[in-house]
């Protein structure tokens, strides 16, 4: 609610909030907020105000290059017009969410579901997001994390699963970022 609308009114917030949690220090936050915390809604919470500032970001770039963190990375083509893939601060940011996953102590005690719900709203943003998850390598990422729990009653399969079809229809949708074809 409140702080979804403060950073839609002030990008820069969000800017340095996305930066913020994409950092090392910031991963810590980030799972206390999206894994550790005791409090569904908490969480639902977060996620949804995760998922308005990749679609922030995302939509910046579909008009044309929203870069609110100068010095940060970007998804813009390099300038000798080669399409190399520069992360921009939403793909620091998913990177670091897939991330939590890969991180031992959160896998042993903690369950995924909510990250999966996120990396699940974000793909369902559009084409952009979806390939973005792609080249982040999302679905090798999520079957790995599962991989060894095959077969438990996890409350993170169902969005997992939902975010994996997503990408599925769409890892044909055109080129990659980087502007190689698949």
């Not at 996305?18 to 950092?23: G, K, N, Q, S, T």
Request: hydrophobic share 50%; aromatic share 4%; with cysteine.
């Amino acid at each position: 609610g409140q702080l979804i609308d403060l950073v839609e009114r002030h990008p820069e917030a969000g800017a340095w909030l996305v930066a913020a949690l994409a950092e090392p220090l910031g991963s810590h936050w980030l799972a206390k907020m999206v894994v550790v915390c005791p409090h569904d809604s908490t969480k639902d919470a977060f996620v949804q105000l995760l998922v308005r500032l990749v679609a922030t970001f995302t939509s910046g770039a579909r008009r044309g290059g929203l870069d609110l963190q100068p010095d940060g990375p970007s998804l813009e083509a390099a300038p000798d017009g080669a399409g190399e893939l520069r992360l921009r601060p939403a793909a620091a940011l998913l990177d670091a969410v897939l991330g939590l996953m890969e991180n031992p102590r959160n896998v042993a005690l903690f369950s995924m579901m909510h990250v999966f719900q996120l990396l699940d709203h974000v793909a369902r943003l559009g084409a952009t997001e979806q390939r973005l998850l792609l080249e982040l390598d999302a679905p090798s990422r999520a079957i790995a994390y599962f991989l060894p729990r095959l077969g438990k009653n996890s409350r993170s399969l169902t969005p997992m699963m939902q975010m994996l079809a997503t990408l599925v229809c769409a890892a044909d949708v055109g080129p990659a970022l980087n502007g190689r074809p698949r």
